[in-house]
């Protein structure tokens, strides 16, 4: 079992920056963020390999290439999304996610914290 608490949503016009955090009892699984905008299924935003595993390079989604960055600090035990150029298209429930195995994947991940929201107003 994983357990992950996300924290650092909020709300920001557009153009700004939001931070968030996951607190994350493992390490060595896979994590990623992924997002659900109201009507709309759930997303993947960005993933990365577990430790240090040198696997695989962070993995986003388009819509946000350049201007999100996924990072971890193993030591702490959070992942973190920055998240720079906000638009309001943004705007959803962000939930971190942890994967056993194989990371090259927005499928098959099964631990979720409880989401944060981020709203984007234009």
């Known amino acids: 079992q994983v357990q992950l608490v996300e924290s650092g949503g909020g709300s920001v016009q557009a153009g700004g920056s939001l931070r968030l955090s996951c607190a994350a009892s493992?390490?060595?699984?896979?994590m990623g963020w992924f997002r659900q905008a109201p009507g709309k299924e759930r997303e993947g935003v960005a993933r990365?390999?577990?430790?240090?595993?040198?696997?695989?390079?962070?993995a986003y989604n388009d819509a946000v290439k350049g201007r999100f960055t996924i990072s971890k600090d193993n030591a702490k035990g959070f992942l973190y999304l920055q998240m720079n150029s906000l638009k309001p298209e943004d705007t959803a429930m962000y939930y971190c996610?942890?994967?056993?195995?194989?990371?090259?994947?927005?499928?098959?991940?099964?631990?979720w914290g409880q989401g944060t929201q981020v709203t984007v107003s234009s």
């Open positions: 990365v390999w577990p430790g240090d595993s040198p696997s695989g390079s962070p």
């Open positions: 493992s390490s060595t699984v896979c």
């Open positions: 996610a942890a994967r056993w195995g194989f990371c090259s994947t927005w499928s098959g991940w099964n631990y």
